[in-house]
């Protein structure tokens, strides 16, 4: 079946620095979304990507769908406490969903 | 404008029992998946519902099953509980239409099977 690898696997960051987390599939996608779970809750829609290639910011966060349509990337700048959480990836589409196993991140203020 | 809502949040049976999750759509969805997240795990995919029909469906046994009613609301139900079915129980709702179409989460039903 179809595998979305995350990576890292888990981050421990200083308040106030950027974080980088990707995303990699062996198989072609047509959609990437990035949500956001924290402890005791449902994930939460971050960013959605459609294009191949397409840059898209939500505050803080920046997202892109790699050229190749297999890999995607996520960005925090200036972190703060609040964004610690597990961050996963999830091909959309009407496909069967699959999400990856998640980059769990811990921000030390 | 509700969200998804899960009920119960959580709940504890023991092995063999049958256990009914339910799951109310946020409104204007008409589309139910139902996930299964292990700890420290990403939410794996059981089924979709769509139509008061299973659309599509994960690597899960039989002994899961669903429903979807008229309203669009939905159940998981699993049979013949096993220690291995612990686990965090997601339901998510989105429009079937429309390539990609984000999912909205409720917060889940904390399932302990002793």
């Known amino acids: 079946g179809q595998q979305l690898n995350q990576s890292p696997q888990s981050m421990f960051i200083q308040e106030g620095e950027d974080v980088s987390m990707n995303c990699t599939s062996s198989s072609i996608f047509n959609t990437w979304l990035w949500y956001k779970q924290d402890p005791g809750e449902g994930p939460v829609l971050l960013i959605a990507l459609y294009k191949a290639g397409e840059l898209t910011s939500n505050g803080r966060l920046t997202a892109q769908f790699g050229i190749t349509r297999k890999d995607s990337f996520l960005n925090i700048s200036a972190s703060i406490p609040s964004d610690v959480g597990i961050y996963f990836c999830e091909k959309g589409g009407s496909e069967k969903l699959v999400f990856g196993k998640g980059t769990k991140l811990t921000v030390n203020p | 404008d509700a969200g998804v809502t899960q009920s119960p949040t959580h709940l504890i049976k023991t092995r063999g029992q049958q256990v009914t999750l339910r799951c109310s759509p946020k409104?204007?969805?008409?589309?139910v998946s139902w996930y299964q997240q292990a700890l420290g795990q990403g939410p794996q995919f059981i089924f979709q519902?769509?139509?008061?029909?299973?659309?599509q469906r994960g690597n899960f046994p039989d002994r899961f099953s669903g429903h979807q009613f008229p309203n669009y609301s939905s159940e998981l139900n699993v049979n013949a509980l096993l220690l291995g079915d612990s686990a965090l129980y997601l339901c998510a709702s989105s429009l079937l239409q429309g390539a990609g179409s984000p999912l909205h989460f409720g917060n889940g039903t904390r399932l302990t099977v002793t």
């Open positions: 409104s204007g969805h008409d589309t």
């Open positions: 519902y769509y139509e008061e029909e299973e659309r």
